[in-house]
């Protein structure tokens, strides 16, 4: 099946800084791609939606200029939180739709556990 | 996209059916029902989907009510790996646009010896 791959699994960084989360689709085009984040015990919340060579769409609530998203070709989409505070730690995850006949499904990465000191 | 109910949690001992049910009435015509699961600090898995007709593959099987607004998962033989949270989901798909998912709180599923 389909295959998304996230990079890093896991990251540590300190406050103030930035860091950013790569998503791959390793064998279908992905032309559209998700970001959803998911605190302790909770289900994952969407953050913003991108469709490839355009800008990203938000969710309510969800700064954009803190997470900024890039979905430049259709297989890389990146996850940049600038300016990282502890308050952003979380289990950040990538998901992709690809054209048909695979658009009925959406693929998950393995997400990125962020860790802000 | 239809709101879905779940159970909060069920247990299941291993070799058993597990049988995962979810609620879903105010569904529309066009809204397939998909099961997607997440084991522990993992990315979710997609199971299984379907409209109105039951569905099986590898993984699973799905039984959808003839009114549509009910279904049940079901693992025939559970396994220890298959401890995780199951989340039920309804959603439009093949859309022209972009069609995300929204994730409930979902069951978690305890398989145990």
């Known amino acids: 099946g389909a295959v998304v791959s996230q990079h890093p699994s896991r990251v540590i960084c300190k406050s103030g800084t930035s860091v950013k989360i790569e998503c791959r689709s390793l064998?279908?085009?992905?032309?559209?791609m998700f970001w959803y984040r998911q605190f302790p015990k909770q289900s994952l919340m969407l953050m913003a939606t991108?469709?490839?060579?355009?800008?990203?769409?938000?969710e309510q609530g969800v700064e954009k200029d803190k997470f900024l998203i890039n979905h430049a070709s259709l297989t890389l989409s990146t996850l940049t939180v600038t300016s990282a505070h502890p308050e952003d730690s979380s289990f950040y995850i990538c998901?992709?739709?690809?054209?048909?006949?695979?658009?009925?499904?959406?693929?998950f990465g393995s997400g990125t556990q962020l860790s802000v000191l | 996209d239809a709101k879905t109910t779940q159970p909060p949690s069920m247990d299941c001992a291993e070799g058993r059916a597990a049988n995962l049910p979810c609620n879903h009435s105010?569904?529309?015509?066009?809204?397939?029902v998909y099961w997607y699961r997440q084991i522990h600090s993992q990315g979710p898995q997609y199971i299984i989907h379907g409209l109105k007709n039951n569905e099986t593959n590898e993984m699973a099987s799905l039984i959808i009510t003839e009114d549509r607004k009910s279904s049940t998962l079901i693992l025939p033989h559970a396994t220890l790996r298959d401890t995780a949270v199951y989340y039920c989901i309804v959603r439009v798909a093949n859309t022209g646009t972009a069609s995300k998912l929204t994730f409930g709180t979902g069951t978690r599923l305890q398989v145990t010896l």
């Open positions: 105010t569904i529309s015509g066009n809204e397939y």
């Open positions: 998901s992709a739709r690809g054209r048909q006949p695979t658009n009925e499904k959406l693929f």
């Open positions: 991108s469709n490839e060579g355009s800008k990203a769409t938000y």
């Open positions: 064998d279908f085009q992905a032309t559209t």
